[in-house]
């Protein structure tokens, strides 16, 4: 019988698991597995607190509609009736510029206006901004086919302030990280698409917007920019778990991975486990975990994994009584950004109550702010009373909310975020080659081709697939 291990009990190690699962059941291909993480959850940055009522989300939030692997994980473990869609109604996003808070401009698509009249009006943009990006409508595409940053490729085609107030913070903030060196071709492929395609971002958007069914989906209903369930994110997480029939070890870290040329042995570093032998190995971890473990038999693929950077983040909730605040601010919206010209500790914050119901109770208001990232990582080690009253200063001088939370949760994600710089996927090609000289190992999870759950979710499908490809051919 064939054995795998799986390292690492984040998102993307419990899919691999399972996807081998339902593999081996609708082939019934002898095939087992041990599943191997070293926090004492399953999970990784997935966690959900629910405190008074309030549900409080660690790490991310929701699930992105278009890209459907997380959903359809969900729907497929039988969580249909708990997904919930976001209040697109009420789905209103905020800039602070200039110290104060600026409805984004309706019309646009990321950093792309489709809508002549609501950018026109913006404040958000200079009139010599506004200029400036209409350009793009004129500029020719690059020539090169090369990757670039972020940055260079707003720069050139809508100008530093469409970088500055627009694309930093909404496109670089997913990522946390610095648009100057940030790859577009790993994180946003389809607008190098849009200007070989179309020459122009503007006329790409215009012509798609153009083509989208006036219904927005099949059953009548636009569909919601992003998904999450009832009860939290956690959710998934534990009907995973409750589906793996494997042995899932907690609590436990790989030593050592030995190559035998073929299979692996496998070394815990507490001595509770003998070696474990396999026929395979999945390296669902953070990079430079995977770097440190493959080093002794493929030290340039582990020299290639320790070069994916990784920054800091953190996240800290606040919940109030809606009594308190609602004369405060205005809570109709999903939140704000923030612009690194600004200069501000503070680099984003949802207004989770109004993005998902149901993640306060009574009608109680959840905020969430978001700190550190890249040049801004020295917030996340501050003290909890520092970083909790400096969230809430930050919160008082942009919100005018003053009032005391009545509940607070500080999660801090240390090296917890990969970045994706430019060259990225060529970096990862070339690591998935060097993994290949030896048979059985495979790299999965956020470092390579996605940082979302879906991205983690398809990954781990593909993976499995291709374990079972090796193993048992078109079984």
């Given at each position: 019988?064939?054995?795998?291990?799986?390292?690492?009990?984040?998102?993307?190690?419990?899919?691999?698991a399972?996807?081998?699962?339902?593999?081996r059941?609708?082939?019934?291909?002898?095939?087992?597995?041990?599943?191997?993480?070293?926090?004492?959850?399953?999970?990784?940055?997935?966690?959900?607190?629910?405190?008074?009522?309030?549900?409080?989300?660690?790490?991310p939030?929701?699930?992105?509609?278009?890209?459907?692997?997380g959903?359809?994980?969900c729907?497929?473990?039988?969580?249909?009736?708990?997904l919930?869609?976001?209040?697109d109604?009420?789905?209103?996003?905020?800039i602070?510029n200039?110290?104060?808070?600026?409805?984004?401009?309706?019309?646009?698509?990321?950093?792309?206006?489709?809508?002549?009249?609501?950018?026109?009006?913006?404040?958000?943009?200079?009139?010599?901004?506004k200029?400036?990006?209409?350009?793009?409508?004129?500029?020719?595409?690059?020539?090169?086919?090369?990757?670039?940053?972020?940055?260079?490729?707003?720069?050139?085609?809508?100008?530093?302030?469409a970088?500055?107030?627009?694309?930093g913070?909404m496109?670089?903030?997913?990522?946390?990280?610095d648009?100057?060196?940030?790859?577009?071709?790993?994180?946003?492929?389809?607008?190098?698409?849009?200007?070989?395609?179309?020459?122009?971002?503007?006329?790409?958007?215009?012509?798609a917007?153009?083509?989208?069914?006036?219904?927005?989906?099949a059953?009548?209903?636009?569909?919601?920019m992003?998904?999450?369930?009832?009860g939290?994110?956690?959710d998934?997480?534990?009907?995973?778990?409750?589906r793996?029939?494997?042995?899932?070890?907690?609590?436990?870290?790989?030593?050592?991975?030995?190559?035998?040329?073929?299979?692996?042995?496998?070394?815990?570093?507490?001595?509770?486990?003998?070696?474990?032998?396999?026929?395979?190995?999945?390296?669902?971890?953070?990079?430079y975990?995977?770097a440190?473990?493959?080093?002794p038999?493929?030290p340039q693929?582990?020299?290639?994994?320790?070069?994916?950077?990784?920054?800091?983040?953190?996240t800290?909730?606040?919940g109030?009584?809606?009594?308190?605040?609602?004369?405060?601010?205005?809570?109709?919206?999903?939140?704000?950004?923030?612009?690194k010209?600004?200069?501000?500790?503070?680099?984003?914050?949802?207004?989770?109550?109004?993005?998902?119901?149901?993640?306060?109770?009574n009608?109680?208001?959840?905020?969430r702010?978001?700190?550190?990232?890249?040049?801004?990582?020295?917030?996340?080690?501050?003290?909890?009373?520092e970083?909790?009253?400096?969230?809430?200063?930050?919160?008082?001088?942009?919100?005018?909310?003053?009032?005391?939370?009545?509940?607070?949760?500080?999660?801090?994600?240390?090296k917890?975020?990969?970045?994706?710089?430019?060259?990225h996927?060529?970096?990862?090609?070339?690591?998935?080659?060097?993994?290949?000289?030896v048979?059985?190992?495979?790299?999965?999870?956020?470092?390579?081709?996605?940082?979302?759950?879906?991205?983690?979710?398809?990954?781990?499908?593909?993976?499995?697939?291709?374990?079972?490809?090796?193993?048992?051919?078109?079984?």
């Amino acid at each position: 019988m064939a054995h795998i291990v799986i390292i690492g009990g984040g998102i993307a190690g419990l899919a691999t698991a399972y996807y081998l699962q339902k593999q081996r059941e609708a082939t019934g291909a002898p095939l087992d597995y041990t599943l191997i993480e070293s926090d004492t959850r399953f999970g990784g940055k997935i966690v959900t607190r629910t405190i008074d009522d309030f549900v409080i989300e660690g790490g991310p939030d929701s699930l992105v509609t278009t890209k459907p692997w997380g959903a359809a994980l969900c729907r497929d473990l039988g969580l249909d009736n708990e997904l919930i869609p976001t209040n697109d109604y009420k789905r209103g996003i905020f800039i602070l510029n200039k110290g104060k808070l600026i409805e984004f401009p309706g019309g646009f698509r990321l950093t792309v206006p489709t809508e002549f009249v609501p950018f026109a009006l913006s404040p958000l943009i200079t009139p010599l901004g506004k200029l400036r990006m209409g350009l793009d409508l004129f500029i020719q595409p690059r020539q090169e086919t090369g990757d670039e940053s972020l940055a260079s490729f707003i720069r050139r085609r809508l100008g530093n302030e469409a970088l500055d107030k627009i694309a930093g913070p909404m496109m670089a903030g997913i990522y946390m990280a610095d648009p100057e060196r940030m790859s577009l071709q790993s994180t946003f492929p389809q607008f190098l698409e849009m200007e070989q395609q179309h020459g122009s971002l503007i006329k790409a958007m215009q012509r798609a917007k153009k083509n989208r069914p006036a219904n927005g989906a099949a059953n009548g209903k636009p569909q919601p920019m992003f998904l999450s369930l009832k009860g939290g994110l956690n959710d998934l997480v534990e009907a995973l778990v409750q589906r793996l029939q494997g042995e899932l070890c907690l609590g436990q870290r790989v030593a050592a991975i030995r190559s035998t040329n073929p299979g692996f042995e496998i070394r815990l570093d507490n001595g509770a486990y003998p070696p474990i032998t396999a026929d395979a190995v999945v390296l669902a971890v953070p990079a430079y975990t995977a770097a440190h473990l493959v080093e002794p038999f493929l030290p340039q693929l582990a020299q290639l994994l320790a070069k994916i950077r990784y920054v800091s983040t953190a996240t800290i909730s606040l919940g109030y009584r809606r009594a308190d605040v609602i004369k405060q601010h205005n809570f109709a919206g999903f939140g704000f950004l923030i612009p690194k010209s600004e200069q501000r500790k503070l680099a984003a914050c949802t207004w989770s109550s109004t993005k998902f119901d149901g993640r306060a109770p009574n009608n109680d208001v959840l905020l969430r702010a978001f700190v550190g990232g890249d040049s801004r990582e020295e917030v996340v080690d501050l003290p909890d009373n520092e970083l909790l009253s400096l969230i809430k200063a930050e919160i008082a001088d942009l919100m005018g909310v003053t009032t005391t939370p009545v509940v607070h949760q500080i999660f801090r994600w240390n090296k917890g975020n990969p970045q994706y710089d430019v060259g990225h996927l060529a970096q990862v090609d070339r690591m998935q080659e060097l993994a290949q000289q030896v048979t059985g190992l495979y790299l999965t999870g956020s470092a390579y081709r996605g940082i979302g759950i879906p991205d983690c979710v398809k990954d781990a499908m593909l993976t499995a697939e291709s374990i079972f490809k090796r193993l048992y051919g078109n079984v």
